[in-house]
Nanobody
Framework: QVQLVESGGGLVQAGGSLRLSCAAS????????MGWFRQAPGKEREFVAS???????LYAPSVRGRFAISRDNAKNTIFLQMNSLTADDTAVYYC?????????????????WGQGTQVTVSS
């Protein structure tokens, strides 16, 4: 059974930073893309960033230049470094794993999902 477990969320002041982690088990993702999505209160879930098996990266325009996605294949883990956080970044952040090796930005691209971790940015 594939499990994706996010960690690292919390409460941070505007302008601050957080680093999210997503540890995968039950499947080796080193040959597959993984990504991050988020869902703010009252809004639909949206794409944040994804990374291919060779670490090519895609970012949503709203986070490009502030967020950085990375992966550690030895640990079957991906990360999301979030800097210069604003109140608009407040959301539940979800880790996702794909069955494709290329990075994608839509939900159907990803077959596996974590339970999410809350990020709250106070202004």
């Amino acid at each position: 059974q594939v499990q994706l477990v996010e960690s690292g969320g919390g409460l941070v002041q505007a302008g601050g930073s957080l680093r999210l982690s997503c540890a995968a088990s039950g499947r080796t993702f080193s040959n597959y893309a993984m990504g991050w999505f988020r869902q703010a209160p009252g809004k639909e879930r949206e794409f944040v960033a994804s990374i291919s098996y060779i670490s090519s990266m895609l970012y949503a325009p709203s986070v490009r230049g502030r967020f950085a996605i990375s992966r550690d294949n030895a640990k079957n883990t991906i990360f999301l470094q979030m800097n210069s956080l604003t109140a608009d970044d407040t959301a539940v952040y979800y880790c996702a794993g794909s069955t494709s090796s290329a990075a994608g930005s839509t939900e159907p691209w990803f077959a596996y999902w974590g339970q999410g971790t809350q990020v709250t940015v106070s202004s």
